[in-house]
């Protein structure tokens, strides 16, 4: 009986295996279909010079810098062939307008693309991408860019500027909030999942949409965190951090890549050719378009690296961006230029063949329009349930003192205070495409509800605005603390103005006077908790000094209110664990886990109080900080407690050629006991750190993670498998390989703790 049991589930794992095989291929058999790149022919040998430079060119609808100027003169174009893409067209009615122009009126009936920035949702809003990376769930992710795909395809739009799968590193970039974090390995996980959300098990799927991996690349490295900030890095860095996620991206399939506004040793990304052409198309045999960033071609200008337009758009082209976002560049002076012999013909024909080959994937050719009576215009009750699931497993809690989470039953009198409780448009966050704040729940719409039904009392006061200076409002606040048995603060940052794009900042404490009432807050003396509403890890030392509890919430979307009670109640724990660092303070800025040991750790040594003699302070250490963060990557408490065992391995000696060889594997296993009295799940995470190797590495690098779920005294052995794609490092002549090293291994739930096992690589 057993040995059947047994067979079954071998050739069902071997079907599970077999039909994801299966299905990546499917997902990106457009990249190389027959049926495709005949039709592509077939068209391109028709097109004159100038539909081809057409096709290669993308305004933004309404926006002056079309040909021409304006709106009135796009239709016209439109006909000449003189625009292959639109972005920011979100009414179904325009682009079956725009659409039928192009297919009735132009001479090759080319359609259009359609494309807008559908980043965390489109009608129903979703958390954010930093928040969602935080559920370290990319079934999560997958369902979530499905169901934005499903709704922004239904208005005619079939590309998505999304996932941004920078590697940010430095809070005090707004981006930050955009992406999945710091770590490369939890970073091309998530893009893979967005890219098999969005564009589903086939492009061609009307409700399949073009994802577009961004920006094209290190944009999130920029210099001090600001924004579009120049970035120098090895090539190591690059090729190890910054560039695994879109190399993961392209694996699964993407269709296109976004080049970005910053440059790279020197040479812009919107012209590098090394990144766009040797690296893109050359060893990962990229088949989709690269579009630029919103005129990042016309960039290369203030960069310094071309004097006028002409020069930009050549620099551009030839480096490997197929599509100028915006610039007006290609349109005004890539035909000319192909004339003059200064672009080869046959450099503009691979840049058209790109884009014609996605216009065809996507089935843009046989079904050019929508049916703009299905266009989603209302939230679908299901989205919404996925809205708030996604929400309720994205929030972190950072503290939790003395238990005050979740709130107990038979409270009196709950004090809800601060700018955040009743805030709709900071809850959509960044990048809300079709998002609207009317459809928010906030925290004190939801609670009012609780209110009712449970019968306590909730008194609410606002206390002060986002970045407000006035204290008006404080007295109120302390009067409901003092009154209340429990204080909620609903507290941190105004998302459209302080998250996103262009929103660096050079302080990351809580804004305005926030902290001042939070201290007049706590001074009531309340169990009270912080609810933090932030696009980025912000410095909470002083905050965390003075509050019981803190629930990291992010921009949660449309469904903040719900989500957030379940959880403060306790009806669902909290799920979420850190993708970003959490600095003690800005001055330890970028920190981020898998750091380099340096010649001269501190390690030992007391670093909460200040070096005090000469062999203290040589260290690689702050003499007025710890070098620690406040909140390490991978942390997260939740309603239980969790003991880890410490690590087995089943060897102490492991060979170098058989691991090279892809011949041997490494099993390590840790014992995790639930030593609370909730049932509760956590996040099991595999960190190695390899020493004697003819580069540093750092000391530990996230290699794996699981959820497990345990009752109350339960416990489960975790067992993780690593190998060569684990244990290799990039090598400049053989590229990527294991050498011989020490290895040590973590099974913890952060980057900060547990004891490691050793190995030895040999
Ligand atoms: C941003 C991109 C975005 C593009 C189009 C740019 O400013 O950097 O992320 O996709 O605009 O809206």
């Known amino acids: 009986m057993s040995k059947i049991r047994n067979a079954l589930v071998v050739v069902?794992?071997?079907?599970?295996?077999?039909?994801?095989?299966?299905?990546?291929?499917?997902?990106?058999?457009?990249?190389?279909a027959p049926e495709i790149e005949r039709k592509v022919e077939a068209l391109l040998k028709q097109m004159t010079l100038e539909e081809k430079v057409g096709q290669l060119n993308q305004y933004s609808y309404g926006m002056p810098t079309g040909p021409g100027?304006?709106?009135?003169?796009?239709?016209?174009?439109?006909?000449?062939?003189?625009?292959?893409?639109?972005?920011?067209?979100?009414?179904?009615?325009?682009?079956?307008?725009?659409?039928?122009?192009?297919m009735d009126q132009s001479r090759l009936k080319i359609p259009l693309i359609f494309g807008l920035d559908v980043i965390h949702g489109y009608r129903t809003t979703f958390p954010v991408p930093l928040a969602l990376s935080a559920t370290w769930d990319p079934t999560i992710?997958?369902?979530?860019?499905?169901?934005a795909a499903e709704e922004a395809t239904s208005s005619g739009i079939r590309w998505t500027f999304s996932p941004m799968v920078d590697i940010a590193r430095d809070p005090r970039w707004g981006r930050i909030v955009e992406g999945a974090g710091e770590d490369p390995y939890l970073g091309s996980m998530m893009a893979r999942a967005y890219v098999r959300g969005y564009q589903g098990e086939n492009l061609n799927d009307p409700q399949s949409m073009a994802a577009c991996a961004k920006h094209y690349v290190a944009y999130g490295a920029a210099e001090a965190g600001r924004d579009y900030n120049t970035v120098d890095m090895s090539e190591r860095q690059l090729r190890e951090v910054y560039l695994p996620p879109f190399h993961a991206a392209v694996d699964e399939g993407v269709a296109t890549l976004m080049a970005s506004f910053n440059s790279i040793n020197g040479v812009p990304a919107s012209a590098n050719q090394f990144t766009l052409t040797q690296v893109l198309r050359g060893e990962w045999d990229f088949r989709g378009f690269v579009v630029s960033d919103w005129g990042s071609v016309g960039e290369l200008i203030p960069h310094g690296v071309a004097n006028d337009l002409a020069t930009a758009a050549r620099k551009g082209f030839?480096?490997?961006v197929d599509m100028d976002m915006e610039s007006n560049a290609y349109f005004e002076h890539l035909a000319g230029m192909t004339k003059a012999g200064q672009v080869p013909q046959a450099a503009l024909d691979q840049a058209v063949r790109r884009i014609l080959r996605v216009k065809f994937a996507?089935?843009?050719?046989?079904?050019?329009?929508?049916?703009?009576?299905?266009?989603?215009?209302?939230?679908?009750?299901?989205?919404?349930?996925?809205?708030?699931?996604?929400?309720?497993?994205?929030?972190?809690?950072?503290?939790?003192?003395?238990?005050?989470?979740p709130l107990q039953k038979g409270m009196r009198t709950v004090a809800l205070i601060g700018?955040?409780?009743?805030?709709?448009?900071?809850?959509?966050?960044?990048?809300?495409?079709?998002?609207?704040?009317?459809?928010?729940?906030?925290?004190?719409a939801a609670l009012e509800k609780r209110a009712e039904r449970d019968g306590f009392r909730l008194i609410y006061a606002k206390g002060t605005e986002i970045r407000g200076t006035s204290e008006a409002g404080f007295a109120d606040a302390a009067a409901a603390a003092a009154q209340a048995d429990v204080v909620l603060l609903a507290l941190g940052e105004d998302a459209s103005w302080m998250t996103g794009e262009a929103a660096s900042r050079a302080f990351i404490d809580l804004p305005g006077n926030q902290q001042q009432l939070l201290e007049r807050v706590a001074a009531a003396g309340k169990p009270t908790a912080l609810v933090l509403f932030s696009g980025r890890p912000l410095a909470l030392t002083s905050a965390a000094a003075r509050v019981n509890a803190i629930i990291e919430a992010w921009s949660p979307g449309v469904q903040a209110g719900p989500a957030l009670e379940r959880v403060l109640f306790g009806e669902a724990a909290p799920y979420g664990r850190l993708t970003v660092t959490f600095p003690r303070s800005l001055g330890q800025v970028p920190i981020y886990h898998s750091v380099l040991n340096t010649g001269r750790p501190p390690v030992g040594l007391d670093l909460t109080r200040p070096p005090t003699d000469g062999n203290e302070k040589f260290k690689s250490r702050y003499i007025d900080e710890q070098n620690v963060p406040l909140y390490p990557f991978g942390f997260g408490l939740t309603y239980t407690t969790f003991d880890y065992s410490a690590p087995q391995v089943d060897a102490k000696e492991i060979s170098v050629d058989q691991l090279n060889a892809g011949r041997a594997k490494l099993s390590i296993t840790a014992e995790i006991k639930n030593t609370g009295s909730r049932r509760g799940e956590d996040l099991v995470q595999l960190y190695i750190g390899l020493r004697g190797t003819s580069v540093a590495r750092p000391v530990r690098q996230l290699k794996g993670f699981r959820r497990i779920a345990l009752a109350p005294g339960e416990s489960q052995r975790v067992e993780f498998t690593?190998?060569?794609?684990?244990?290799?490092?990039?090598?400049?002549?053989?590229?990527?390989?294991?050498?011989p090293a020490e290895l040590n291994i973590w099974i913890a739930p952060n980057a900060q703790s547990g004891t490691p096992v050793t190995v030895t690589l040999k």
């Not at 700018?419 to 459809?439: E, I, N, Q, T, V």
């Open 12 to 32: 069902l794992l071997w079907s599970i295996v077999l039909t994801s095989f299966v299905s990546a291929q499917t997902r990106k058999s457009w990249t190389k």
């Open 69 to 102: 100027t304006g709106r009135s003169k796009v239709e016209e174009a439109i006909q000449r062939g003189e625009i292959g893409s639109f972005l920011n067209v979100t009414d179904p009615v325009l682009s079956n307008r725009l659409q039928h122009i192009a």
């Open 141 to 147: 992710v997958q369902r979530v860019s499905r169901i």
């Open 318 to 320: 030839l480096a490997g």
């Open 362 to 405: 996507l089935g843009l050719f046989d079904r050019p329009y929508v049916d703009e009576k299905n266009a989603v215009t209302t939230l679908p009750p299901a989205n919404v349930a996925v809205a708030r699931d996604a929400a309720e497993k994205s929030f972190v809690l950072l503290k939790n003192d003395a238990s005050v989470l």
């Open 419 to 444: 700018p955040l409780a009743d805030s709709a448009p900071d809850m959509l966050g960044a990048w809300s495409a079709r998002g609207d704040a009317k459809d928010v729940v906030t925290l004190k």
């Open 722 to 739: 690593i190998g060569r794609d684990e244990l290799s490092i990039w090598q400049r002549d053989t590229k990527y390989a294991v050498e």
